[in-house]
């Protein structure tokens, strides 16, 4: 009854007719830090395709993750739905709640193709979630084939992506020949994907979300990324740190074997020295991708969107994940471009997982109920400069933060009941620490900034109300 209605509201309120409606790519990077494209300011790897793309896009400076984690970022992209609403919380839930209308399904209802491409991260089949068609489907299934003992060049062991496998739709057919976890070919191997279904085509419109693996771990550049890089200076992050300070929550995470203890300099360059070279690997397959787009001739009628599901500190105050509430990793790149939008810049704060009402509005298709995140596709069109006056974070049972649009953030860990807090605009690498463990400051913002950030997990529903204090 709930689609029903949906659908007769379409009917009712749209002026837009599926034939008129605009194409959607959406490119998904996985671990890329907010300053890891040249266009962002990145001196050492080289991002022509991206750059380019960023030239003609409007480039958020300050987009958001709220949950620094693939499947919790993920789903709250597919849901529109913060984490705490749809299930994905990392804090013992069973998985995504029923009643969720999911952004493919929503645009599927409305006419459109929905085609998924790529990294599957979340409970279900793509079909089960909206999506009318896969190509390059790479998920979990296929551990009789992997192989033990395997290292990266580094020599670390592998630990991410064990196992895991392109197949198709429904799981039955698996494809080793492809290969086993993940492979130097990967990026172009998704890229070949898109592709396929972009130069398909149809007489609909149609949604295609191509979600790579690149650069996560374990990290495989192609001799091209590699070489390129195996001489470079690679400069270690202003902010390195051979240790964090404090247990953050995620400290002996698997993340935070990926670097010796305490962190080096050598270790951290040599790192990041992968990192940017997958990242290159990266900017060629969606340069791939973007030119087919242009081939096809929907390129004028397309809207791109490019971003990540959350950043990284590869090697950022002592740590090597995700899992923490820094900006480098909180923040991510994005980019979009499409039919009336300028290029330029914007330092509107908005969140990854308000891309799916932003696209209904764009396509003139009703929100569905489900969905709470807000359209930010007033700031797209010019109307607006600012969408949140705050962005707020969470991760597991172990960190909150807040972070405001005039520079200032604070940062709860209720396992340790220590604080952090930033004045962004004169230390906005977050290096100095204006909190003491346990919350002593004496700066006015301090108690305020604890009154929003309680205020907003009170009213998102916070399964540890009453932890702060």
């Avoid at 979600?211 to 992050?237: K, Q, S, W, Y």
């Avoid at 300070?245 to 790192?271: A, M, Y």
């Avoid at 807090?421 to 100095?432: G, Q, S």
Wanted: net charge negative; charged share 25%; glycine share 12%.
């Amino acid at each position: 009854m709930r689609k029903l209605a949906a659908l007769l509201c379409l009917l009712w309120v749209s002026p837009v007719s599926s034939a008129d409606r605009p194409n959607f790519l959406v490119l998904i990077a996985d671990d890329l830090r907010p300053d890891g494209i040249a266009a962002l300011g990145n001196p050492v790897v080289r991002t022509p395709n991206l750059d380019a793309l960023a030239a003609r896009s409007l480039v958020f400076t300050r987009a958001s993750c709220s949950y620094p984690i693939c499947v919790a970022s993920r789903a709250e992209m597919l849901t529109g739905r913060h984490c705490w609403e749809n299930g994905v919380d990392g804090m013992g839930g069973k998985g995504l709640r029923e009643g969720e209308t999911f952004w493919p399904e929503a645009l599927r209802d409305a006419g459109y193709d929905t085609w998924h491409v790529g990294k599957w991260h979340i409970s279900g089949r793509p079909s089960q979630r909206g999506y009318t068609d896969v190509a390059g489907l790479f998920s979990g299934g296929g551990g009789k084939f992997w192989k033990e003992g395997q290292a990266d060049r580094r020599g670390f062991p592998v630990t991410g992506y064990t196992g895991w496998i392109f197949q198709s739709e429904d799981g039955k057919t698996l494809h080793p020949e492809l290969g086993v976890g993940l492979t130097p070919e990967i990026s172009d191997q998704f890229a070949d994907a898109a592709l396929s279904l972009i130069r398909r085509g149809g007489e609909k419109p149609w949604f295609c979300h191509v979600n790579f693996t690149a650069p996560h771990d374990p990290l495989f550049p192609t001799r091209e990324g590699a070489g390129r890089l195996r001489e470079a200076a690679i400069p270690v992050p202003t902010e390195f740190l051979p240790e964090h300070p404090f247990d953050h929550g995620n400290f002996d995470g698997r993340d935070e074997r990926l670097l010796p203890r305490p962190r080096t300099e050598d270790s951290v360059r040599e790192l990041r020295r992968d990192y940017f070279a997958v990242i290159e690997d990266l900017d060629r397959a969606v340069g791939r991708i973007l030119e087919g787009l242009e081939k096809s001739g929907e390129a004028e009628n397309t809207f791109v969107i490019f971003t990540s599901d959350h950043g990284l500190a590869a090697g950022s105050h002592g740590l090597s994940g995700k899992q923490n509430q820094y900006d480098h990793t909180l923040f991510v790149p994005l980019f979009v471009s499409g039919p009336g939008i300028g290029p330029g810049r914007t330092g509107a704060m908005v969140y990854l997982r308000e891309l799916f009402p932003t696209t209904c509005d764009l396509a003139g298709v009703p929100v569905p109920e489900s969905v709470t995140a807000r359209s930010f596709a007033e700031v797209l069109k010019g109307e607006s400069e600012s969408h949140h006056e705050a962005v707020f974070g969470c991760f597991t049972d172990t960190q909150r933060s807040i972070r405001t649009a005039d520079g200032w953030k604070l940062v709860y860990y209720p396992k340790i009941d220590r604080w952090q807090m930033f004045d962004l605009n004169r230390d906005p690498l977050e290096m100095k620490d204006l909190a003491g463990p346990g919350g002593q400051s004496d700066d006015p913002r301090f108690e305020e900034l604890k009154k929003r950030l309680e205020d907003w997990r009170r009213s998102a529903g916070d399964p540890l109300l009453g932890a702060s204090r």
